[in-house]
């Protein structure tokens, strides 16, 4: 995944002022509060390429349905606050008739057919993802808020790519697990969030095809209308009716969805407070499970590092994605000889980031995905500042409307602050020093959570000590937020269990029975 | 009450006192209790401890301190640690033979033959000790200038409720593959045939198995494993040995913290898994399920 800008060319959607910067100038030449001079020239990406229905049904036995009492929700453009369309409200009833269609597909057609018939399938939808890939990138920039820059960059192209690299495994199952026949689990019932709305449909939907299960998935509530687009595409694809299923509604649906007794896997990503319900609620049932759960991940900057690549990975790692992102780097842990330096980088590099319309092209920060979500990281950095951290805030102007949040920096921040404690799941930085690397792998690993962390020093030894003693799934050296299909991905500890990505994101999905 | 004998004498034997486990100790339960354990047929064998929830607690304690130490070994260490244990239960094969001879009622024949599995099972565990990160590990070639590569590490204190029927092969089948990959572990035994798995501490106090790399809790089941399920600092639990009307209570306990849980098998039932079976009683699935992966980036470039 790429850094969000790693120039600092002019072009933002909002005027930017100077940070406070002590009454000296910065490295624009400018002092505290002065207005950048210099004007940025909006760049839309068009609309055009999509569009949005007035209503969407479910989908379900290949068919788009309404919900059994005609309920329907509304999905909105968080950037405007505008309706974009009515989506049906899913009842346990559908919940039931989605699950039967996948279990009927599953013992009647997907399951009977050869590896390299459901290869090709996916090869198709890994090229049909391609070939819709802007209308992609749009839709998913207009319901969930992201900058068009990162659907269209990473969302996107990493979608498709998921579904080829899994394409291939759909006929090799036989070489992947040395001395084991790899079975199909039945049905997977699926439940993803919305700060990765297409790409965790992705996660899911690919491994779980190619093994020869079929799926019923819940896409988040504020953000359907990607998995609804994508519905139309296993149309063009010609995939038998009832291989995916979508169903959309509140949580309490994906709560029926993996509880229900024909379900064989439940695959959930998101909170670990929902995570943690899921796993009671199918205490006992004998269904595999893998989470995908929270994180407070430490992005440790060593004295030695190389600080202008290390200040692109900061930004990167915590305001990629509005920060809405389970990864991301939200504790910057940094060595006391060079946190003053380094600060004050970040605050110079957070002086250009562009906030505003997730569909204009220099867009850098977007809007928050809800309200819900907005008034969450209103009320935890107020509780920061209420502690006794120092907030810093670049003095970008936001839109009069939509969900917006500043890029904030914390400093002075205690291990024992909410900030420090809770994901926040927001565009929040909280910096915390550290004076020997022993030190800095203690208050790294001083959390429940253990998804991923980031290690930025010159010294390859220390690198590979640090990453032994990380307690994490994913530790980015020198680098941070990157992903790719072979690459498992997934937490220790409360951060979930069972990998996505890779063999391992492919064996969630399989029994292996003695050959 | 008979104790365990070696060939017939007329001289009084000195019986032996069946203690807990725990940090490379021998205590009695702080609580004071102990349990009468008898054999199938209901016959008296001996008083076991019977632990409280503060023992357990220790046990954590105890488990949590040596899992490092125990992880950082190389792997070729803990494979050869491993390979220790299957020495020392060669030289108390006898003693082993008679106590799950007594334990499960089994003629001396068939006792034998379940001792040689549990020997050779700490054997076949042993050779992994430095394959899994190459069988389970990965080098992935991702579209990017990144060197990728995921590495197998062990999850950290795990919780075994042992096997019930299978007092000392179930458990030791349950047991090597949870140890071979670095984890700690707390165990708690058969609780109605437990007195083998206190002769298997004693084993493990004279090998090279670091004191609270492996702790050995004898009691109640009703007792422990609620406490053993919902400890925050256990990171996963086997819940093999768990009866049938506890497993649900014992996954929504262990789902506060997250932790992994490993299950029997569905339709396999714990008296009647054949634990001589190789090719099903010993599986590196057995081992993976109490690992985890982790996956580390770094760019290439000059």
Known sequence: MTAMATETKPGAAVPATVPKNGGAPNSWGLGDGQAIPWEYAPAPESREIVTI????????????????????????????EEPLAEIARATEADVDTAVRAAR??????????????????LFRIARLLQERSREFAVLESIDSGKPIKESRDVDVPLAAAHFWYYAG?????????????????????????????????????????????????????????????????????????????????????????????DV???????????????????????????????????????????????????????????????????????????ADLLIAKL??????????????????????????????????????????????????????????????????????????????????????????????????????????????????SRILMMVKRMKAGVVWANTFNKFDPTSPFGGYKESGYGREGGLPGLQAYLRLEDR | MPSVRIGGTDRIDVRKTYKLYIGGAFPRSESGRTYLVTNPKGEELANASRASRKDLRDAVRAARKAFEPWAARTAMNRGQVLYRVAELMEGRRD???????AAEGLSSRRAGTLVDHAIDRWVWYAGWADKIAQVLGSSNPVAAPYFNSTIPEPTGVVGLVAPESSSLLGLVSRLAPILVSGNAVVVLASESRPLPSVTLGE????????????????????????????????????????????????????????KRIARRPKGISDGAFDWTDDRAAQRPEWIAAFLEMKTVWHPIGA
């Not at chain 1, 009647?108 to 018939?117: C, F, H, V």
């Not at chain 1, 709305?197 to 509530?221: E, R």
């Not at chain 1, 867009?363 to 120092?390: F, M």
Request: charged fraction near 20%; include cysteine; glycine fraction near 10%.
């Open chain 1, 104 to 121: 009927q597909a599953q013992s009647k057609s997907w399951g009977k057919l050869p590896g390299r018939e459901r290869a090709k399938y």
């Open chain 2, 95 to 101: 003693q082993f033979v008679a106590e799950v001879a």
């Open chain 2, 203 to 258: 084993v493990l106090a004279t090998s090279d198995v670091p004191g609270g790399v492996i702790n050995l809790l004898t009691g109640l089941k009703k007792e422990l494993v609620p406490v053993l399920a919902a400890h925050v600092d256990v990171d996963a639990v086997d819940t093999w040995g768990v009866a049938a009307d506890q497993q649900v209570a014992v996954e929504v306990s262990a789902a506060e913290s997250i």
């Open chain 1, 169 to 261: 495994w759909a006929d090799k199952l036989d070489y992947a697990f040395p001395g084991r026949v790899a079975k199909p689990l039945g049905v997977a019932a699926q439940v993803i969030p919305w700060n990765f709305p297409l790409l965790m449909l992705a996660w899911k939907i690919a491994p779980a095809l190619a093994a020869g299960n079929t799926v019923v998935l819940k896409p988040a509530s504020t953000t359907p209308l990607t998995a609804l687009l994508f519905a139309d595409l296993c149309r063009q694809a010609d995939l038998p009716p009832g291989v995916v299923n979508i169903i959309t509604g509140p949580g309490e649906i994906g709560m029926a969805l993996v509880t229900h007794p």
């Open chain 1, 347 to 460: 605050k110079d590099r957070l002086s250009t980031i562009r906030v505003g319309d997730p569909l204009d092209k220099n867009t850098d920060v977007g809007a928050i995905n809800s309200r819900a979500q907005l008034d969450k990281i209103t009320e935890l950095v107020a509780a920061g500042v209420a502690e006794g951290a120092e907030l810093y805030q670049p003095a970008c102007e936001l839109p009069g409307r939509g969900f917006f949040f500043r890029p904030t920096l914390f400093t002075n921040v205690a291990q024992s602050y909410r900030i420090a404690r809770e994901e926040i799941f927001g565009p929040v930085l909280s910096t915390i020093t550290f004076r020997t690397p022993e030190e800095a792998i203690e208050k790294a690993n001083n959390t429940p959570y253990g998804l991923s962390a980031g290690i930025w020093t010159d010294k390859g």
């Open chain 1, 53 to 80: 229905r007035e209503r969407y049904g479910l989908f379900v036995g290949g068919k788009d349905v309404a919900s059994s009492d005609g309920l329907t929700f509304t999905t909105i453009d968080p950037s405007t």
């Open chain 1, 264 to 338: 064989d896997k439940v695959a959930f990503t998101g909170s670990t407070a929902v995570g943690r319900k899921i796993a009671q609620g199918i205490a006992g049932q004998g269904k595999a499970l893998t989470l995908e759960l929270g994180g407070k991940a430490a992005n440790i900057v060593f004295d030695d590092a190389p600080l202008d690549q290390a200040v692109e990975g900061i930004v990167n790692g915590i305001y990629f994605n509005q920060g809405e992102v389970c990864c991301a780097g939200s504790r910057l842990l940094v060595q006391e000889s060079i």
